[in-house]
């Protein structure tokens, strides 16, 4: 079992900034992807974006890239996601997933297959 812990939501002004965090427990020894994925009220879950933990290797959805960034810190078992320029259209529950994914492509967002592990999310909203 993997176990999944958001932090860092909370308010921001339309250009403002946030870092959420996804702390990760349990046994990670088959996961190869983290991601963040976001709801908004009355829409469909959106893929943000995803970081191979092996290599490092980052892919984000058109809508976040250029201002969002995943990174993570191995030793904390530990993903982030800096999001930067926030937009009212940003606001969303934010959740992190982690998942054993078995090939990608150029372009590829998460769209939630492959990823057996969510957090309970953590909520942003931003105002303009």
């Known amino acids: 079992q993997v176990r999944l812990v958001e932090s860092g939501g909370g308010s921001a002004q339309s250009g403002g900034s946030l870092r959420l965090s996804c702390a990760a427990s349990?046994?990670?020894?088959?996961?190869?992807?983290m991601a963040w994925f976001r709801q908004a009220p009355g829409k469909e879950r959106e893929g943000v974006g995803a970081i191979n933990t092996r290599d490092g290797a980052t892919f984000y959805a058109d809508s976040v890239k250029g201002r969002f960034t995943i990174s993570q810190d191995k030793a904390k078992n530990t993903v982030y996601l800096q999001m930067d320029s926030l937009k009212p259209e940003d606001t969303a529950m934010y959740s992190c997933?982690?998942?054993?994914?078995?090939?990608?492509?150029?372009?590829?967002?998460?769209?939630?297959?492959?990823?057996?592990?969510w957090g309970r999310g953590t909520q942003v909203t931003v105002s303009s």
């Open positions: 349990g046994k990670m020894n088959r996961i190869n992807y």
């Open positions: 997933a982690a998942g054993q994914i078995d090939a990608v492509y150029e372009g590829w967002v998460p769209r939630g297959v492959g990823f057996d592990y």
